[in-house]
């Protein structure tokens, strides 16, 4: 990944070049990883019949 294209994903995922300044790539990366997720549709919760399985 190039410096363009981390900006650009940063500012993506909300994040101001000054917000850049105080955290790290890796906490970058995680918020990016992470707000993938946010469009996965799960089927179903676990219950406390299906801990209990466990």
């Not at 890796?26 to 219950?47: C, K, L, P």
């Amino acid at each position: 990944m190039n410096a363009s294209l981390y900006l650009l994903r940063a500012l993506e995922a909300g994040l101001s070049v000054a917000d850049l300044d105080g955290i790290s790539m890796g906490m970058v990366y995680d918020i990016m990883t992470e707000s993938s997720y946010d469009e996965h549709g799960y089927v179903r919760w676990a219950t406390q019949k299906d801990f209990d399985a466990f």
